[in-house]
């Protein structure tokens, strides 16, 4: 079992940028391919960025492509999301999610993960 622990967000201008941090502990966190989720107030909760374990592989949602950019340091535990050219639409409260796997792909579905974290909340004022 690993346990997620988001920080890093806050308030921020438009067109500001921000990064968000994700602790894990328990197991080898190197067991695990990542991935970043947002839920905005009367939204779905939707797929933001994937990691795979080594970091070699990632992929992300079309709607912040080119803006954000997510990595991972195995050695300290730690999976990040760095957020670029903010929009008031990125508005949203950010999770990290865990899946633990043998492979060395991706994962994009919510129902693929198996650990959350509680969430940070980051908005974008315009």
């Known amino acids: 079992q690993v346990q997620l622990v988001e920080s890093g967000g806050g308030l921020v201008q438009a067109g500001g940028s921000l990064r968000l941090s994700c602790a894990a502990s328990?197991?080898?966190?190197?067991?695990?391919?990542m991935g970043w989720f947002r839920q905005a107030p009367g939204k779905e909760r939707e797929f933001v960025a994937a990691i795979s374990r080594s970091g070699i592989s990632t992929y992300y949602a079309d709607s912040v492509k080119g803006r954000f950019t997510i990595s991972r340091d195995n050695a300290k535990n730690t999976l990040y999301l760095q957020m670029n050219s903010l929009k008031p639409e990125d508005t949203a409260v950010y999770y990290c999610?865990?899946?633990?796997?043998?492979?060395?792909?991706?994962?994009?579905?919510?129902?693929?993960?198996?650990?959350w974290g509680q969430g940070t909340q980051v908005t974008v004022s315009s």
């Open positions: 328990g197991r080898a966190f190197s067991n695990y391919a």
């Open positions: 999610a865990a899946h633990a796997t043998y492979s060395g792909r991706y994962y994009t579905g919510p129902d693929d993960y198996d650990y």
